[in-house]
């Protein structure tokens, strides 16, 4: 007798995740209430299951959704606002100062909600966010159906989110508090970076982050410029500022984390902590070339982030998943630094590890929630395929991208994102903000 199900998937390829560098040809997934409850081959599915929905997937690769490990999803409303500069410059002369102009609640909800469409329509399930107006970051994640951890940020400056450290921290975590118990809304600490947060901060931010049993997200070792002025100002690299503050622990996760050397590397691993790995970002602002294959050989859990849409120009995961392969090769000399299946990994069990999520989302295994993103092999540029991993990440782009579905729900079908706003509201946010910010 057979079992009634919500959906079934039934894709050409199945890419788990786990186990590693696996693919299976011809298997389903089947959901019931968001949770994945079987994958088996497509010969017994039909007979076994009672779907509601049959989606059949003949020419496409399904894969776990993916999960944007940094990302400041509001300043999508900055893309282009100022480019090909480094980033001191960048900052200091134009960010910092459009944002205490214009970021408002407004400003937060529009921009999160463009961000929003862009990353489902590119696969990506879930986003690690930074910024202001958290509470108005979550309402529009929630709305939307994606799933989010919101940062609560701290700087000790003050914006027009909060006036001092003390405020920040107070106003993050009554949104906090009210978004508890939220499906898919979940929350960090988000110190911006140690050169924005004085110790005594930092410290704040550690106990707080025990205490709650909460994540960490900050930025960290971005520039050399950044770790030269720690030492000038502080006597200190800033990764020993953290770890004189005790923020250092499986709890955190290090954005950028490029200039390291071979004790911070150790000392990273030794600590459990993970890297978002932002190349986009970093080859834009010049940053620099993260040691990822180093990292790789430390142990340290890496995932991969966009960063914001001001600074990459774009929120994409396939572009990180290639770029993140290249670079590790021609930085180490070796073709085999960064396989494909291990950039794959990072963008999505990953970014799921650094957040503490592995044990409901990250790859497709009995058990967890039906995060999956479904990706067509069915043009010309897409064949011939010989390895639908490697295609994954060396040949297919976010246009690929058929379906979505976030905790069983579709949010994306036939490549059209299923949203409250239309590509034309979407239009017209953006056109009214642009106005404002020149």
């Known amino acids: ?41 497509q010969s017994e ?27 400041h999803a509001a300043m999508s409303l900055m893309r282009g606002l100022s480019d090909d500069l480094p980033l001191e410059r960048w900052l200091n002369d134009v960010i910092w100062p459009a944002e205490s102009r214009h970021v408002s609640p407004a400003f937060v909800r529009d921009g999160t909600r ?11 399930t879930t986003c690690n966010d930074m910024y202001f107006f958290p509470d108005d970051a979550a309402k529009e994640f929630a709305e939307a159906g994606m ?17 001092d450290t003390d405020s920040y921290l107070h106003k993050g975590l009554a949104v906090r508090d009210k978004w508890s118990g939220h499906s898919l809304i979940r929350f960090a600490l988000a110190p911006h970076s140690p050169y924005a947060v004085s110790d005594a901060g930092l410290e704040r931010v550690a106990c707080l982050a025990t205490e709650l049993d909460l994540p960490i997200h900050i930025h960290v070792h971005e520039t050399a410029n950044e770790i030269s002025d720690s030492i000038k100002t502080t006597g200190a690299r800033p990764l020993a500022r953290l770890e004189r503050s005790n923020l250092l622990g499986p709890s955190l996760t290090a954005v ?16 459990g902590c993970s890297v978002a790995h932002c190349p986009s970002s970093n080859m834009k602002l010049a940053s620099g070339i993260a040691p990822v294959p180093a990292m790789i050989r430390h142990g340290i859990n890496i ?39 291990t950039a794959l990994r990072m963008a999505t069990l990953g970014g799921a ?9 990250g790859s497709i295994e009995i058990g967890k929630r039906a995060d999956l993103c479904a990706v067509a092999f069915d043009s010309p540029f897409t064949t011939p395929c010989f390895d639908p991993l490697s295609h994954l990440v060396y040949v297919c782009d976010r246009q690929q991208v058929s379906h979505v579905w976030v905790d069983g729900n579709i949010r994306v079908r036939d490549g059209k994102t299923l ?11 953006a056109s009214l903000w642009q106005t404002r910010l020149v």
């Open 1 to 41: 007798m057979s079992t009634a199900i919500d959906f079934l998937i039934c894709p050409r390829w199945l890419v788990p995740v786990v186990p590693d560098n696996v693919t299976l040809e011809r298997y389903s997934v089947a959901v019931q209430k968001g949770r994945i409850v079987d994958i088996l081959p």
């Open 147 to 163: 799933r989010a951890v919101v940062g609560l940020i701290v700087v000790d400056f003050p914006s027009a989110w909060a006036s």
């Open 45 to 71: 599915a039909r007979s076994r299951y009672q779907a509601g929905e049959v989606i059949e997937l003949p020419a496409h690769a399904l894969i776990p959704g993916l999960i944007n490990l940094h990302a």
């Open 256 to 271: 950028h984390a490029v200039h390291l050397d071979e004790n911070e590397l150790a000392l990273l691993a030794r600590r």
């Open 353 to 361: 590890r650094a957040l503490g999520l592995e044990g409901l989302v």
């Open 419 to 429: 949203l409250q706003n239309s590509d034309n509201e979407l239009l017209a946010l």
């Open 114 to 124: 463009l961000a929003i469409a862009e990353m489902l329509r590119g696969g990506i």
């Open 303 to 341: 995932g991969l982030g966009s960063d914001g849409a001001a600074s990459n120009n774009r929120l994409d995961l396939f572009q990180e998943m290639r770029q993140a392969a290249l670079l590790a090769k021609v930085s180490s000399s070796d073709a085999s630094a960064v396989p494909a299946h």
